[in-house]
C-alpha cells in the first residue's frame, strides 16, 4: 500500500506552460507538504498544509498555487512555467510535528 | 529559525568499515532531529528520530544517531557499512518547520 503518491513521476514541458501536480496520502495525517529538490539535491520547504488550511508559504513565486481539497490531497499548481522550475518535487505529509514520509517525487523538466 | 549544518559533502568508506556521518543543528528550544537516506532516483525514507528520551537512538538498517546537547550535534553511525548503503543522507531538523542540511553522499568502496 502506498502511503504518500504523487503522479506524474516524470514531467517534460515547455516554457511557458502550466502544469499540476497531484499529491495523495492514505496515512490519515493532517499536515501536508510540498519540497523543491533542486540540481544540488538541496531540500526546501515549499507549503504546509494543516486540515486544508495554509500553514505555512516560504517565500514563492506566485506562479505556484497549492490546492488542498480534502485532507487527504494536497496538489501543485504552476503557472507559466520557467527553466528555473526544473527540479525533483517532493509531496510528504506527517501528524503535526510528527515524523514526515515523503513521496517518491516528481521530476519536472522545463524546456 | 533552525537551520542543520553537515560539514561533509562527500565522504567513501569500504565495505565494511565503521561510519559517522556528521550533523550539527541551531534551534532554541528542545530539537525534534530526524535522518533520512536517499537513494539515487527514490524518495526519502526516514531512518531514525529523535524527539526526548535516550540520547542514543536505533534506526533501520543497522544505523544509530546519538544526540548531543552541548555540541548541538545528531551524528549518524553505523559499525559495519554494507555496499548498499551507498546513498545520500540528510539530517534535518523541525522547529516551525522542517529544515534539511545539505546531504552526505556515502560511496562504499569495496
Known amino acids: 500500500d502506498t502511503a504518500v503518491s504523487q503522479t506524474p513521476k516524470y514531467l517534460v514541458t515547455q516554457m511557458g506552460n502550466d502544469k499540476s501536480i497531484k499529491c495523495e496520502q492514505n496515512?490519515?495525517?493532517?499536515?501536508m507538504y510540498w519540497y523543491k529538490q533542486d540540481s544540488k539535491k538541496f531540500l526546501k520547504i515549499m507549503f504546509s498544509?494543516?486540515?486544508?488550511?495554509?500553514?505555512i508559504n516560504e517565500t514563492v513565486p506566485n506562479r505556484f498555487s497549492p490546492k488542498s481539497p480534502d485532507k487527504a490531497h494536497l496538489n501543485l499548481h504552476i503557472n507559466s512555467l520557467e527553466l528555473g522550475d526544473s527540479a525533483v518535487y517532493f509531496c510528504?505529509?506527517?501528524?503535526?510535528?510528527?515524523?514526515?514520509?515523503f513521496g517518491p517525487g516528481t521530476r519536472l523538466t522545463v524546456l | 529559525a533552525q537551520s542543520v549544518t553537515q560539514p561533509d559533502i562527500h565522504i567513501t568508506v569500504s565495505e565494511g568499515a565503521s561510519l559517522e556521518l556528521r550533523c550539527n543543528y541551531s534551534?532554541?528550544?528542545?530539537?525534534?532531529l530526524f535522518w533520512y537516506v536517499q537513494s539515487p532516483g527514490q524518495g526519502l525514507q526516514l531512518l531514525l528520530k529523535?524527539?526526548?528520551?535516550?540520547?542514543l537512538v536505533q534506526g533501520i538498517k543497522g544505523f544509530e544517531a546519538e544526540f548531543k546537547r552541548s555540541q548541538s550535534s545528531f551524528n549518524l553511525r553505523k559499525p559495519s557499512v554494507h555496499w548498499s548503503d551507498a546513498a545520500e543522507y540528510f539530517c534535518?531538523?523541525?522547529?516551525?518547520?522542517?529544515?534539511f542540511g545539505a546531504g552526505t553522499i556515502l560511496r562504499v568502496k569495496s
Open positions: 510528504a505529509s506527517s501528524h503535526n510535528r510528527d515524523v514526515q514520509f
Open positions: 496515512l490519515g495525517h493532517d499536515t
Open positions: 498544509y494543516n486540515n486544508k488550511e495554509l500553514i
Open positions: 534551534y532554541g528550544a528542545t530539537p525534534y
Open positions: 529523535y524527539f526526548s528520551g535516550d540520547t
Open positions: 534535518a531538523v523541525v522547529g516551525d518547520k522542517l529544515v
